[in-house]
């Protein structure tokens, strides 16, 4: 979805919805009782996150300017996980990662203002 498209709030409603519905469906059929990828563990999101070797090298060089931590890695990849449900993609792409890392350039910019 382009930043410059809007959606009515039952159009996202619906997208959160269908979102929330394959993450349950995702943990369910690999015997988990996770039901959305914020639940899920570093050791799970990184299973179910593959990223290919131009999302890799991206989330490694963020980590070092934002200084990630290790738990701040693998919210960026839970967050990346869920903007791609919500696009109803079955892998995480460079768009996906690129929007999480946004996020958080974001909000670190908030904090220090």
Known sequence: MSPTTSESSET?????ARARAIQQARYASLGLDITVNAHAS????????ALDNGSKELIEQASIQFGLSARGYHRVL?????????????????????????FKRSSAYLAAA
């Open 12 to 16: 996202v409603a619906q997208r959160v």
């Open 42 to 49: 570093a050791r799970i999101i990184e299973q179910i996150v």
């Open 78 to 102: 839970k967050l990346s996980r869920t903007i791609a449900d919500m696009d109803g993609s079955d892998k995480v792409q460079r768009i996906h990662l690129a929007e999480a890392l946004s």
